[in-house]
C-alpha cells in the first residue's frame, strides 16, 4: 500500500517479484561459480560443462540490450536496478567468501566413490573457498559494473530520442 493507501498497481508488482526473482538466480549462479572455482573436470567428469551453462553475467547483458531493442525506458531502469543489486550480491558474496572459515573433518573422497551431483552439492553446502573464488565474485562484479553503464547509456539514450520526438 502507498502512503495515501491506494493499492500499488499489478505492473509494480510484477516489476519487483521480477527483479527479486533475477536477482536471487543471479546470487545463486555466482555463489555457484564461487564455490566450484577450484574444481574441473579433472577433479570430477562434467563440472566443467555444468559451469559452461550456469552463467549469471549473461544475464545481466541481456537485460539492458533487450530495453535497447524495445527501446523501452523502463525496462532499461529495471536492467539498472538488476545489475546495481548484483553489485551488491556480489560484494556481500565476496565478504562472505573473506570471512568463511572452511569447516574441518571434512573428510577426502576417493574419485570412485564421487558423483558429479554429490561433488556440487558438496562444494555448495560444505565450500572451501580459494583465491579463485575471490577473483571469480570479482570478475562478476566487474561485468555487472559493465552491464550497469550499458543500461545506463540504454536509458540515457532512449530519454533522449523520446524528448527530441515532436508531439503532434
Same mark, same amino acid.
Given at each position: 500500500?502507498?502512503?495515501?493507501?491506494?493499492?500499488?498497481?499489478?505492473?509494480?508488482?510484477?516489476?519487483? +517479484?521480477?527483479?527479486?526473482?533475477?536477482?536471487?538466480?543471479?546470487?545463486?549462479?555466482?555463489?555457484?561459480?564461487?564455490? +566450484?572455482?577450484?574444481?574441473?573436470d579433472?577433479?570430477?567428469?562434467?563440472?566443467?560443462?555444468?559451469?559452461?551453462?550456469?552463467?549469471?553475467?549473461i544475464?545481466?547483458?541481456?537485460?539492458?540490450?533487450?530495453?535497447?531493442?524495445w527501446?523501452?525506458?523502463?525496462?532499461?531502469?529495471?536492467?539498472?536496478?538488476c545489475?546495481?543489486l548484483g553489485?551488491?550480491?556480489?560484494?556481500?558474496?565476496?565478504?562472505?567468501?573473506?570471512?568463511?572459515?572452511p569447516e574441518?573433518g571434512?573428510?577426502?573422497?576417493?574419485?570412485?566413490?564421487? +558423483?558429479?551431483?554429490?561433488?556440487?552439492?558438496r562444494?555448495?553446502?560444505s565450500?572451501?573457498?580459494?583465491?579463485?573464488?575471490?577473483?571469480?565474485?570479482?570478475?562478476?562484479?566487474i561485468l555487472?559494473?559493465?552491464?550497469?553503464?550499458?543500461?545506463?547509456?540504454?536509458?540515457?539514450?532512449?530519454?533522449?530520442?523520446?524528448?527530441?520526438?515532436?508531439?503532434?
Open positions: 500500500m502507498r502512503p495515501d493507501n491506494h493499492p500499488l498497481s499489478p505492473w509494480l508488482h510484477l516489476e519487483v +517479484t521480477a527483479t527479486f526473482s533475477f536477482m536471487l538466480a543471479y546470487a545463486a549462479g555466482v555463489y555457484f561459480h564461487a564455490a +566450484t572455482a577450484s574444481l574441473s579433472a577433479y570430477q567428469p562434467g563440472l566443467d560443462n555444468v559451469k559452461r551453462y550456469v552463467q549469471p553475467g544475464a545481466l547483458w541481456l537485460l539492458p540490450l533487450i530495453a535497447y531493442g527501446k523501452s525506458v523502463r525496462l532499461a531502469k529495471i536492467a539498472q536496478r545489475t546495481l553489485l551488491a550480491c556480489c560484494a556481500l558474496l565476496y565478504a562472505y567468501c573473506r570471512l568463511h572459515s574441518a571434512i573428510p577426502w573422497v576417493a574419485p570412485a566413490d564421487r +558423483t558429479l551431483a554429490s561433488t556440487v552439492h562444494s555448495l553446502f565450500p572451501s573457498f580459494s583465491n579463485r573464488s575471490l577473483g571469480s565474485i570479482a570478475g562478476s562484479a555487472a559494473a559493465m552491464a550497469w553503464l550499458l543500461g545506463a547509456s540504454v536509458e540515457r539514450k532512449h530519454k533522449q530520442r523520446a524528448s527530441a520526438t515532436p508531439r503532434g
